[in-house]
């Protein structure tokens, strides 16, 4: 169980495309899905917060009309990075979890989209 | 603020055992994560553990925790080559939504 999909797995672009990544919990409701973006040989950097139905809660840094996401239902979040250009490269990890604090329930992971603009 | 610290590396023979050591800064932490990346991959849950524990066994796995020096360790007994991978230490954060706050990650390399 708790099983995460993300598509697509890797992208290659133009620069000043928009991408679209989706993030689907399969069997079960994700009330909070995480975005994240890691760069080569580093550690995860949350950019992003989501609840379905709500706006996404941005950490601080990270620019909110680069990065549209929207958690339109229970099983899905999307990530949008609008004019996307080379410093966007990177591989981008969503995450999901079924509850909130304080029952923490654990997130579990996608599989990870590369992005490459070029 | 918030701090999550491993050591980098850890080069073990297949069959021996594996101690991935980290420590943490942030005292109200509810529950500390041990994750596992392979190359090109997302995230994969190992095992975690809740605050008021300081031991958990899964299979081949232990967790311990040090709540007192805010050390966490992820002991993997008899190691494979198919455990060669990152490992994330992360913690939970105080406050809503269950935001982690993960360390850098530690390379465990297995050889023959």
């Known amino acids: 169980g708790a099983v995460v999909s993300q598509h697509p797995s890797w992208v290659i672009c133009k620069s000043g495309t928009s991408v679209k990544i989706e993030c689907r919990s399969l069997?079960?409701?994700?009330?909070?899905m995480f975005w994240y973006r890691q760069f080569p040989k580093q550690s995860l950097m949350l950019m992003a917060t989501?609840?379905?139905?709500?706006?996404?809660?941005?950490e601080q840094g990270v620019e909110k009309d680069k990065f549209l996401i929207n958690h339109a239902s229970l099983t899905l979040s999307t990530l949008t990075v609008t004019s996307a250009h080379p410093e966007d490269s990177s591989f981008y990890i969503c995450?999901?979890?079924?509850?909130?604090?304080?029952?923490?329930?654990?997130?579990?992971f996608g599989d990870g989209t590369r992005l490459s603009i070029l | 603020g918030e701090d999550v610290e491993q050591s980098l590396f850890l080069s073990v023979r297949e069959g021996d055992s594996s101690v991935i050591n980290c420590t943490y800064t942030?005292?109200?932490?509810?529950?500390l994560y041990w994750y596992k990346q392979e190359p090109g991959a997302g995230l994969q849950l190992l095992t975690y553990?809740?605050?008021?524990?300081d031991m958990k066994q899964d299979q081949r796995l232990t967790v311990l925790l040090n709540k007192k020096d805010k050390h966490l360790s992820l002991r993997i007994a008899d190691t494979q080559t198919g455990d060669s991978a990152i490992y994330f230490c992360?913690?939970?954060?105080?406050?809503?939504?269950?935001?982690?706050?993960f360390g850098a990650g530690t390379r465990l390399a297995v050889h023959p």
């Open positions: 942030d005292s109200s932490s509810t529950y």
């Open positions: 995450s999901a979890s079924s509850g909130s604090s304080p029952f923490n329930q654990p997130q579990h």
């Open positions: 992360a913690e939970s954060t105080s406050g809503g939504y269950n935001k982690l706050i």
């Open positions: 989501s609840n379905e139905g709500s706006k996404a809660t941005y």
């Open positions: 553990i809740f605050s008021n524990m």
């Open positions: 069997d079960f409701q994700a009330t909070t």
